[in-house]
């Protein structure tokens, strides 16, 4: 598969995060990786204001499916390029 990310097409491959808890402990690493503010954009039900709490967490991970795409290398090139 090809992810376009600011312009550029990388090849990667999607895995689909089907365990809750393994989605807990990605929204746990974004939330604070980036912080409440960036992780309430996500639309998943985590507050923008403050730190999420463990059933916030466990909630946004019941509702959402998560895909996680996999570099396969670098930036994909085409036989035109």
């Known amino acids: 598969m090809t992810l376009l990310i600011a312009g550029v097409p990388y090849e990667a491959v999607p895995t689909v995060i089907e365990l809750i808890n393994t989605r807990v402990d990605l929204l ?24 999420s709490t463990l059933d916030e967490l466990r909630s946004a991970a019941a509702q959402k499916m998560l895909i996680r795409f996999d570099p396969t290398g670098g930036p994909h090139l085409s036989a035109t390029a």
């Open 28 to 51: 746990t690493v974004f939330v604070h990786g980036y912080g409440p503010k960036v992780a309430g954009r996500l639309q998943v039900g985590l507050p923008s204001d403050r730190d």
